[in-house]
C-alpha cells in the first residue's frame, strides 16, 4: 500500500538533520553565550563588592513586566517550534503560527521600551550608577539581539508565501536556535537583575 506524503514533507525528512548553517548557528550561539557569561561574571563580581548599592538599585527595577516578558518570550518560543512542525506538511499553517511568534516578540520589544521609558522618566539613566550600567548595557544588548531575530522571522514568513521549501525549513531552524537562543538569555538577565538578591 503506497502512503500519501507531500513534496515538502518528502523534502524535509530527506535533508540531514544538522545542515552546515545550523553549525554555523551553534557557534555564534556559542561564542555569544560566552560573551554574555564574561558580562554576568563581571556583574556578580561587582555586586559582591557593592551589595547595598546593587540591592537599593534592583529594588527600582519593576518585576511584574520583567516576568511577563519571560513568559513572552518562552510563548513566542513555542509557537515558532510548532510553525517549524507544520512547515514540512502545511506552509500556512506554519505561516501562521510564525505570525505569533513575531507577534509575541513584538510585545516584548513594547514591554521593554515601556520599562525603560519608566527608567528615563525617573531620572535614571545608563550613568546613574554602576547597577544600572550593567542594567541598560545588557538588557539593550539582548533588546537588540530580538530585534534581529524579528527581522529574520519576518524574511521566513515572507518566503513560507511561496512553500516550504528544503532551503526555507533550514534556513527556520537556524534562526529557530537563534531565537531560543535569545530566550535563553533573557531568562539569566531576569534572574540575575530582578531576582537574585
Excluded at 544538522?18 to 548557528?25: L, Q
Excluded at 553565550?33 to 563588592?49: D, G, M, N, P
Excluded at 531620572?123 to 531575530?149: K, Q, R, W
Aim: aromatic share 16%.
Amino acid at each position: 500500500m503506497q502512503q500519501n506524503s507531500t513534496p515538502g514533507a518528502e523534502q524535509y525528512s530527506d535533508r540531514p538533520l544538522v545542515s552546515f548553517a545550523n553549525k554555523g548557528v551553534w557557534i555564534f550561539v556559542g561564542i555569544d553565550l560566552a560573551i554574555f557569561s564574561l558580562f554576568f561574571l563581571v556583574f556578580l563580581t561587582e555586586k559582591v563588592a557593592a551589595p547595598d548599592l546593587f540591592g537599593q538599585s534592583q529594588q527600582s527595577l519593576n518585576a511584574t513586566i520583567g516576568f511577563v516578558n519571560t513568559i513572552i518570550l518562552i510563548t513566542s518560543s513555542w509557537l515558532l517550534v510548532q510553525s517549524l512542525r507544520a512547515m514540512g506538511s502545511c506552509a500556512a499553517k506554519a505561516r501562521l503560527l510564525l505570525a505569533g511568534s513575531m507577534l509575541f516578540g513584538l510585545l516584548f520589544v513594547a514591554f521593554k521600551l515601556y520599562e525603560y521609558y519608566e527608567k528615563f522618566s525617573a531620572g535614571i539613566s545608563l550613568v546613574e550608577n554602576t547597577f544600572f550600567t550593567f542594567y541598560f548595557l545588557l538588557t539593550f544588548i539582548h533588546f537588540c539581539h530580538v530585534i534581529g531575530g524579528l527581522i529574520a522571522l519576518l524574511m521566513v514568513f515572507n518566503w513560507l508565501k511561496s512553500g516550504a521549501d528544503k532551503r526555507t525549513i533550514s534556513t527556520a531552524e537556524s534562526i529557530g536556535i537563534y531565537w531560543h537562543m535569545v530566550d535563553l538569555l533573557w531568562i539569566y538577565l531576569f534572574l540575575v537583575l530582578y531576582l537574585l538578591r
